[in-house]
């Protein structure tokens, strides 16, 4: 059994920061990309940032200069910094985690795992 679980979302005011931690756990072979993505109201799921193990972090033309993706590879856990935040930042935030699972022997193929999502609100 696989879970990945996010944490940090609240309320700021603009200009604030936040910082979202996501971390997976249970029968984990090994772990790709670890990314968070973001979805306001009325409006489809975007990709926020994302970052493969040993690679290079990508992240949203909206979001560039003011959120840093990290990892921790030894933690399985991801987290994004959150600053000079904005009203449109506003949304709910999922973490996505490229996992290829293990149980009894034998290993799974990798799949997408998601987390339940966390509540970013940024007031102006």
């Known amino acids: 059994q696989v879970q990945v679980v996010e944490s940090g979302g609240g309320l700021v005011q603009a200009g604030g920061s936040l910082r979202l931690s996501c971390a997976a756990s249970?029968?984990?072979?090994?772990?790709?990309?670890m990314g968070w993505y973001r979805q306001a109201p009325g409006k489809q799921r975007e990709l926020v940032a994302a970052?493969?193990?040993?690679?290079?972090?990508n992240y949203a033309e909206s979001v560039k200069g003011r959120f840093t993706i990290s990892r921790d590879n030894g933690k399985n856990t991801v987290y994004l910094q959150m600053n000079s935040l904005k009203p449109e930042d506003t949304a709910v935030y999922y973490c996505?985690?490229?996992?290829?699972?293990?149980?009894?022997?034998?290993?799974?193929?990798?799949?997408?795992?998601w987390g339940q999502g966390t509540q970013v609100t940024v007031s102006s």
């Open positions: 996505n985690a490229e996992i290829t699972a293990q149980a009894m022997g034998f290993i799974d193929h990798r799949r997408p795992y």
């Open positions: 249970g029968s984990i072979f090994s772990i790709n990309a």
């Open positions: 970052i493969i193990s040993g690679g290079n972090p």
